[in-house]
């Protein structure tokens, strides 16, 4: 009795893997990306391609939340009706959990790779040497009225170094990209908590001058002294935070010239010395390794440290908030950040296509595009101008958005790639060590003895 | 169809086509092999795979005609053979060109328009189980049943319509105007007819074919759709997978041969002796090639052991960690509960569809929900574990400290973390296993054992256990081969992944890292080879171990 | 006997008690990803947790443009719901440099500050005048906290000063179902769930097939080199499948399937493990039945579909359970093969996955996404509940 059913249903397979034959051609060229709408290309499977005269050209960014992403989209719906010739093609990448560089440079070796996209600041070497992006120097010196000196120095001394001559600037010979934005870290503040504790507001011994590590620290500890599941400071577990610490001391990650591991210095060590208090001396911070973010949000950390990107988020918790800027270190600044990411072009392209993509980097970072998505209160315009400045001042909360932008200028350390090295093999090593060190497992002498011998080993041994 | 009309016709075409083929085959091999043609561009190693498969194919090709023109029976299998794999590669080729195999991609874009037409088949075959009810009535049963096939075949065609169909059919015929395609179907045509030719009853007595012969073509016919699917896609990259583990690919460019330098690397261990128990490792170590990788004391000397690649031994004790914990736990409390759920009492269906529920659900998705348990400031896990030391300490007056366990983020607990979460995913599946083996011992044999006086616990270590022993295999092996190679979870759940500090870097995760972070492909199939030898070695011991205990059995 | 039922039941008890703890564990973390994906973001991030999705009660009351959040206060020893009006209030903790412990509270703003010093453990501390009982008593400032104002709503009169963090918000039970709908629209999980359905069912048609007849040819059929090529099966079955990936995926951009669905269907359709489970089922149906059938002039594909497949249904259920579990649930491959930026072709685990980073600071829309990726298996599984356990079971004793 078996067998008629089972006709059908071999019947009704065949029909389906008839259906699969239709239409390939319509998805084999172009993803239509932009997620939502793909019922209508599919729909008729014969649709003619786009008029033969625009380059279509797909780019992508690593967007935080949905909000970003419709940011974008539109963004790209604009500058598809002001680029004359070009068609665009927004796709929003995975987030930083998704593995948004893995899955890039995946795409990249197998040629699925889109035109235009985003890289974090600390990856510009990787995929430069590995030439996965294109240098633009040349379509950049056809271009008259462009100049590198239109964007934050910091961002465009790392994206004009040139490897072979070691040389950067404008007329170096190289150039990987053009920056999207710039950030830095603040404190977020919980000042509902701070008040609860008794403790002075940070954000007046700021303009005080008064706000260094021991003021820091002190209400940090009032903070917790509210209960023991009250934190005065929360931080996730990654490079930035705790790179500011070491800058802030005058140390950092690497050696003057980026060719050696520097986390064993003295300056180094003091910085990372004072953040291991906080987490196993006095307890005033949120487990090293926890994300920061639910309980700063859930109302129980005073001080949470992250970027410009956190403010949208924080936009809806129920506390009374705001933000400074970090204290200052004993090296007299904050170490603070200039975090920074740039557009870059697909290493393969050539001829017009490749003229299209600088076309469309330069769109992306007009001061139109910049305020489009800065108005997100995501990040910081990369353009260095004064109307940048008092527009990014308008999007508020939190009030004082100048915290920010004196972060900005406290000489913050630019993020930058590692020429000499291995950027994605440096970073695991330097992560592990100082997370063994701030939950305790590792001592300070520990750390010191192996880190820079086991960083080196990793990212510079090639 | 004049072949018919004469045997000797019909053969003829036969070995003629095979002396073409074979010749054509021979032909485009020695072009392959000489780089003639549009054969130039391809990479060498292609290029020789298929000029030697082509010469084999045409020597299959050439014999077959030999032995068919001699009437011997080989020539049929060899025929049947030679024809069969050349349609299966036409019809394969065709496919690919046509785009059939990318259409799947557009079917799921269309299919969501043919599914509510699909529930319409689907009320079809609920009106044919209706059929059921008329025993007897031979007529209606007849009517209902021809009511429900129509009604399905018509829901599954208005659905296959609305999914696209015809423009995929006119899209597959415009296909046939690419010559190439249409040179296929026309190859796909001929091996077809050839095939027939040769199948039938007439060339069997022709060639005389005996019993043995059909259950060969057949057998070889059955097993040809996954032998085939077998050797492309796994045994293929298995061998291309030990290809790249001695070569320094990066995913981008070249490849070059560097021997066993991979395997080298992750063995390479440097030994020596510290002058106390303290020293520093870059006293004795070449610093900038080891790493230290662990130190001990030894009869009052101490010893420091560096290795080349540090984080490959960690991986390595990590998932051995794991696997150690993970199955035995997993496995015990199976064991438990499933000697709990082999009873009659009420309800116990009930429990064994709760029991099996986390085996059902996805890696990830389970994941993303123990992540938010685990947190250690504002989940329920530590919420729950304060909740009962406050009321122990309320109840015992005692005071206890809320031990506020940061399961995800200490390297201490991260581990446990993931093992907790393994096991009480996996117990289910392996109650469920339990449960049946139990069911298959013969009550009997407890019946025997009471009348000897044996108790419960007697009759669970002397009957249960070693009846059990065939299911505790097979449970135990696959619960530590999945567990030898876990990976989501740890994606999933850690941040950075792997961490933290590298207290939940598995094999899997440090292959991960190195095929598709670090883009070492060529080191990350070495590491793969290493964990092939981990579960191979795994699994033979626990096979060693079962035919001891069946062994065992029988002597009782 | 009396004692012997006795016993029986504080066994079976004992069983049940045992067995429901742990079916409580088991159910605990999806009874949690349902409840937290019907929540507010808000609600999300409390401490201390709770299970249920709950909002805040607001009330209206005259004089204030919003409504006021209802706290539980304790008024002379009486809790009672009253409203926030402010808070943030400054306030000091005063007490009599000779009292210390005699601690009052009072807004910073209430009290009048004076000259005069009091010298309390050797320091020197102002003097405030604070009001007590009507008397305004010199006191020093202990410490400073920050309190709320709460009215009560009924009579706006009366009113307190209390701690705001630690007072308890009248609440009520609260859905989101909405949730649901933003998750599908953020992350395009219907079509995520589509191609999982469709690799799913294509992957569990093609492996029952070629198991079914590979198993039915290692079975009963001979021919020359079965016996090794078996052995060759049974050896691959232990092979680690991330050992495959790598070139796996070469041969995936060699063939152009690179970000296509095909890669998660036609490479997973040949199975050493199903074919090794059906030729192990087929290897008891009895050899007579065959033989007959033989003699009868039926061709082996007539008795493969006659004889051999209805007698062999729950080894069928049994390999569609594994396949449909692994083909539901695999990640790593679709991780590596399918790009991110192609969300058409996502399956659920990967739509998660580019969730839990898209909306990371929203737990409920994250688990309102696990929650759609783990209930159609659970539906499945209930549905066919009876097939599904106890096929799985006959496996592992041939197994």
């Known amino acids: 009795m078996i067998s008629p059913k089972l006709r059908l249903l071999t019947l009704l397979i065949l029909v389906l893997l008839l259906v699969a034959c239709g239409g390939n051609n319509t998805s084999s060229t172009n993803n239509t990306g932009a997620a939502t709408n793909d019922n209508a290309a599919a729909a008729n499977p014969t649709t003619p391609p786009q008029p033969a005269a625009d380059i279509a050209l797909r780019w992508r960014t690593r967007p935080d939340n949905q909000e970003e992403a419709n940011v974008y989209a539109t963004v790209s719906a604009t500058l598809d009706q002001q680029l004359e010739g070009i068609s665009l093609t927004y796709e929003p990448g995975g987030s930083e959990t998704a593995s948004y560089q893995d899955v890039l440079k995946t795409e990249i070796a197998n040629g699925t790779a889109p035109d235009v996209f985003w890289i974090p600041g600390t990856d510009v070497a990787d995929f430069a040497t590995r030439g996965l992006i294109l240098n633009l120097a040349s379509l950049a010196g056809a271009t008259s009225g462009f100049s590198v000196d239109a964007f934050y120095p910091g961002p465009m001394f790392h994206l004009t170094y040139n490897p072979d001559s070691m040389a950067s600037g404008g007329a170096s010979g190289a150039l990987w990209g053009l920056p999207r934005d710039v950030s830095t870290f603040a404190l977020y503040l919980n000042l509902d908590l701070i008040a609860e504790a008794g403790a002075p507001d940070p954000r007046e011994l700021a303009a005080n001058g008064q706000w260094d590590w021991q003021a820091f620290l002190e209400v940090a500890q009032a903070v917790h002294a509210l209960g023991p599941d009250i934190y005065g400071y929360g931080a996730n577990a990654w490079w930035g935070p705790y790179g500011t610490w070491m800058n802030a001391a005058g140390g950092g990650f690497f050696n003057e010239d980026r060719t050696a591991c520097n986390l064993d210095s003295a300056e180094s060590l003091a910085g990372l010395a004072f953040e291991q208090a906080l987490y196993q001396e006095y307890n005033v911070a949120v487990p090293y390794g926890e994300d920061s973010e639910p309980p700063f949000r859930a109302g129980k950390v005073a001080m949470f440290q992250n970027g410009r990107w956190a403010t949208p988020g924080t936009r809806t918790v129920t506390f009374d908030w705001d933000v400074v800027e970090l204290p200052k270190g004993p090296a007299g600044n904050a170490g603070n950040w200039l975090f920074w990411g740039a557009y870059v072009v697909n290493g393969s392209l050539t001829g017009e296509r490749a003229e299209a993509a600088w076309k469309l980097v330069q769109a992306l970072t007009t001061a139109e595009t910049q305020a489009t998505v800065a108005a997100l209160g995501a990040n910081i315009p990369s353009r260095v101008s004064q109307e940048a400045f008092d527009a990014f001042l308008t999007y508020t909360p939190p009030a004082n958005n100048q915290a920010f932008l004196n972060g900005l200028a406290d000489s913050p350390a630019t993020e930058g790639p590692l020429w000499a090295g291995s950027w994605p093999e440096y970073a695991p090593v330097m992560d592990a060590a100082v997370q063994a060190l701030m939950t305790g497992s590792s001592t300070l002498e520990q750390f010191a003895a192996t880190v820079c011998n086991d960083a080196n080993r990793a990212a510079f041994s090639r | 169809m004049t072949t018919e009309q004469s045997p000797a016709r019909w053969l003829q075409v036969v070995i003629g086509w095979h002396l073409l083929a074979a010749a054509a085959a021979l032909f485009a091999a020695i072009l392959l092999l000489t780089g003639g043609g549009p054969a130039g561009s391809m990479a060498l190693w292609a290029r020789l795979l298929a000029a030697f498969l082509l010469l084999g194919w045409g020597m299959g090709s050439g014999a077959a005609a030999f032995y068919i023109y001699h009437r011997i029976h080989r020539g049929r299998t060899l025929s049947l053979f030679t024809n069969y794999l050349a349609f299966v590669f036409f019809f394969l080729a065709a496919c690919q060109i046509m785009g059939v195999f990318l259409g799947i991609d557009t079917l799921a874009n269309n299919i969501g328009r043919g599914l509510p037409f699909l529930l319409l088949a689907f009320i079809g075959y609920l009106i044919g189980t209706a059929a059921d009810r008329y025993e007897g009535y031979y007529a209606r049963q007849q009517q209902i049943t021809r009511i429900s096939q129509g009604i399905m075949v018509a829901g599954g065609l208005i659905a296959a319509l609305a999914a696209g169909l015809l423009p995929g059919l006119i899209n597959l015929l415009r296909q046939l105007g690419n010559p190439t395609a249409l040179g296929l179907v026309i190859g796909m045509g001929i091996c077809l007819l050839m095939l027939w030719l040769m199948g039938r009853e007439k060339a069997a007595a022709a060639l005389h074919a005996q019993t043995h012969h059909e259950a060969m073509i057949n057998g070889y016919l059955f097993l040809s759709p996954n032998l085939l699917g077998f050797l492309i896609f796994f045994a293929g990259p298995l061998l291309l997978s030990l290809y790249v583990s001695f070569t320094d690919w990066d995913a981008f460019g070249t490849r070059n041969w560097v021997g066993v330098q991979n395997y080298q690397r992750i063995f390479d261990l440097n030994i020596a002796t510290l002058s106390s128990p303290t020293q520093r490792a870059d006293e004795v170590l070449d610093v900038t090639l080891y790493g230290e990788l662990a130190r001990f004391t030894i009869a009052g000397r101490s010893i420091i052991v560096g290795a080349r690649d540090r984080l490959f031994w960690i991986a390595l004790r990590n998932t051995v960690v794991f696997s150690l914990l993970a199955v035995p736990l997993s496995v015990t409390i199976a064991l438990v509960l499933s000697n709990l759920l082999n009873s009659k009492l009420p309800g116990i269906k009930f429990f064994r569809a709760i029991y099996f529920l986390p085996s059902i659900a996805a890696v990830v998705g389970i994941s993303l929900v123990w992540q938010w348990l685990y947190n250690s400031t504002v989940g329920f896990i530590n919420y729950g574990i304060l909740t009962v030391i406050t009321f122990l300490n309320n109840v015992l007056g005692t005071e206890m400290a809320d031990p506020a366990i940061r399961w995800l983020s200490e390297s201490r607990t991260a581990l446990l973390a993931i093992i907790i979460m393994a096991v009480w995913q996996t117990v289910g599946f392996n109650t469920v296993l339990f449960l049946a083996g139990l069911q298959n011992i013969p009550g009997d044999l407890y019946e025997a054992a009471t009348v000897d006086g044996a108790g419960k616990w007697a009759q669970f270590v002397n009957v249960t256990i070693p009846m059990l022993a065939p299911t505790t295999f097979f449970v135990i092996t696959t619960t530590l081969i999945k567990s030898l190679q876990v990976f989501e979870e740890i994606f999933i759940l850690t941040n950075p992944v792997g961490g933290p500090d590298n207290s939940t870097l598995t094999l899997v995760v440090y292959l991960y890292q190195n095929g598709f972070q670090f883009f070492k492909q060529g080191y990350a199939s070495a590491i793969a080879w290493v964990l092939f030898i981990v579960i191979f070695g795994a699994t033979l011991w626990q096979f060693r171990r079962q035919q001891q205990s069946v062994s065992g059995v029988y002597d009782v | ?399």
Not at chain 3, 129 to 141: F, H, I, K, R, S
């Open chain 3, 1 to 399: 006997m009396k004692s012997y039922r006795l016993t029986q039941t504080l066994q079976n008890a004992a069983v049940y008690l045992v067995l429901t703890g742990f079916a409580a564990l088991m159910l605990f973390p999806f009874i949690f990803m349902i409840a937290t994906s019907l929540k507010e973001p808000a609600d999300t991030f409390r401490y201390p947790p709770r299970l249920l999705p709950r909002a805040p009660v607001f009330v209206e009351m005259a004089g204030y443009e919003q409504d006021l959040p209802l706290y539980y206060v304790t008024v002379d020893g009486d809790e009672e719901q009253y409203a926030l009006v402010e808070s943030g209030i400054r306030v000091g903790r005063y007490a009599p440099a000779d009292n210390l412990a005699m601690e009052l509270v009072r807004p910073l703003t209430d009290v009048t500050p004076t000259e005069e010093m009091a010298l309390v453990n050797g320091e020197e501390k102002p003097l405030f005048l604070v009001e007590q009982d009507g008397q305004l008593v010199p006191m020093v400032l202990v410490g400073q906290t920050a309190l709320g104002r709460f009215v009560n709503p009924e009579d706006p009169t009366q009113e307190t000063l209390a701690n705001v963090r630690l007072s308890q918000p009248v609440e009520r039970l609260t859905a989101h179902p909405d949730n649901y709908r933003r998750v599908v629209e953020l992350n395009n999980m219907g079509r995520a769930l589509t191609n999982t359905a469709l690799v799913t069912i294509l992957v569990v048609i093609g492996q029952i097939t070629t198991s079914v007849v590979g198993g039915y040819a290692f079975a009963r059929l001979k021919f020359p080199g079965r016996d090794s090529i078996f052995l060759f099966y049974l050896g691959t079955i232990m092979i680690p499948f991330v050992m495959l990936i790598i070139p796996l995926y070469q041969i995936m951009v060699l063939v152009g399937w690179v970000d296509r669905l095909a890669s998660l269907i036609i490479p997973w359709i040949f199975t050493a493990y199903g074919t090794f489970l059906m030729r192990q089922f087929f290897i008891t149906v009895p050899k007579e039945v065959e033989e007959a059938a033989l003699i009868d002039g039926a061709s082996r594909w007539q008795i493969l579909l006659r004889i051999f497949i209805p007698a062999s249904v729950p080894a069928l259920a049994t390999q569609a359970t594994f396949t449909f579990l692994y083909a539901w649930n695999s990640f790593f491959w679709p991780l590596v093969i399918i790009n991110t930026g192609n969300e058409r072709n996502h399956v659920l685990t990967l739509a998660l996955n580019v969730l839990r980073g898209r909306a990371s600071d929203a737990p409920n829309l994250i688990l309102a996404g696990a929650a759609i990726s783990i209930i159609p298996p659970l539906i499945v599984f209930i549905l066919g509940q009876r097939f599904f356990v106890e096929s799985a079971t006959s496996s592992a004793v041939k197994g």
